[in-house]
C-alpha cells in the first residue's frame, strides 16, 4: 500500500495534479524553505479565492526548527511563527498542500527564512497594499524569496487582471476603500476614484506562487485538480 501511494503520488506531480490522501497525518518529511499552502475561513478568504480562481488563500513559509520540528512563518497579524500542526489545523478541513522551489540550496532556503524573520510581529495588511510596514502573507513569502537569495517565486499581478468583479470581492472593496492608504494618499474621496486607484495596484497572490512553474509539488490533500 506504501508503495502504491508512492507511486500515485509521484504519478499526480508529473501531472501537475493533487492527490487525495489523509489530512495531514502522514506528511512526507519537509524542508527549511518549503511554502505551505491552505484555504482558510477568514472573510476575505472568498474573495481571494474567487479573485484567484484557487482554492489556495493563505501561504506560509517552513523553517525546520533546531529541534528538527518543522514550523511556519506566516502573515496573520502579526507575522509569526506557529508549529506547522497548529498551522493546518487552522486550515479549512485541515488540508494542506507542500511545495517546494525546484534546485533551491540550504543556503537559500536560509537566506528566504532570515528574510521572512525580518518582518516578525509587523502588522496585517488588509489592504493588500505594496508597502511593507504591514504585509500580508503571499507578500511575506515573494519578500522572503526576493530579498532572501534574490530569486522571484511568484509574480506581481495588477488587481484589475483578477476576477474581483465577484460579489465577495465587491463588498470586500465596498467596506475597505475609505480606510485605504493608496486612496488616502492620492486624496481620492469618492469609491470610483479610489476603485480606480485599487485597479492599478499591484498585489502577489497565494495562487500565483503555487502555480509558478519552478515549484513543484510535493504533498497535497486538496485532491485531484489542487495546482
Request: aromatic share 8%; hydrophobic share 40%; with cysteine.
Amino acid at each position: 500500500m506504501k508503495y502504491a501511494i508512492q507511486a500515485l503520488t509521484a504519478l499526480a506531480a508529473v501531472l501537475g495534479v493533487g492527490l487525495t490522501l489523509a489530512p495531514a497525518g502522514d506528511l512526507p518529511q519537509l524542508a527549511t524553505g518549503d511554502i505551505v499552502f491552505q484555504k482558510t475561513t477568514t472573510s476575505a478568504s472568498d474573495a481571494i479565492m474567487l479573485a484567484s480562481s484557487s482554492q489556495y488563500t493563505h501561504v506560509g513559509l517552513v523553517e525546520i526548527n533546531k529541534a528538527g520540528k518543522p514550523v511556519v512563518i506566516e502573515a496573520v497579524g502579526p507575522v509569526r511563527e506557529v508549529p506547522l500542526d497548529a498551522w493546518i489545523k487552522k486550515g479549512n478541513g485541515r488540508l494542506v498542500t507542500i511545495k517546494r522551489l525546484k534546485g533551491l540550496t540550504e543556503d537559500q532556503a536560509k537566506q528566504a527564512v532570515a528574510s521572512a524573520r525580518q518582518y516578525l510581529g509587523r502588522p496585517y495588511d488588509h489592504y493588500f497594499y505594496e508597502t511593507r510596514d504591514q504585509i500580508y502573507c503571499s507578500e511575506l513569502v515573494y519578500a522572503a524569496f526576493k530579498d532572501g537569495p534574490g530569486l522571484t517565486v511568484g509574480k506581481e499581478e495588477k488587481v484589475r487582471d483578477l476576477n474581483i468583479d465577484t460579489s465577495a470581492a465587491q463588498k470586500l472593496i465596498q467596506q475597505r476603500w475609505k480606510t485605504h492608504p493608496l486612496c488616502k494618499s492620492k486624496g481620492a474621496q469618492s469609491f470610483k476614484a479610489c476603485y480606480d486607484l485599487i485597479l492599478d495596484q499591484t498585489l502577489v497572490t497565494p495562487a500565483s506562487i503555487a502555480r509558478d512553474p519552478q515549484v513543484e509539488l510535493v504533498y497535497t490533500s486538496f485532491g485531484w485538480g489542487a495546482e
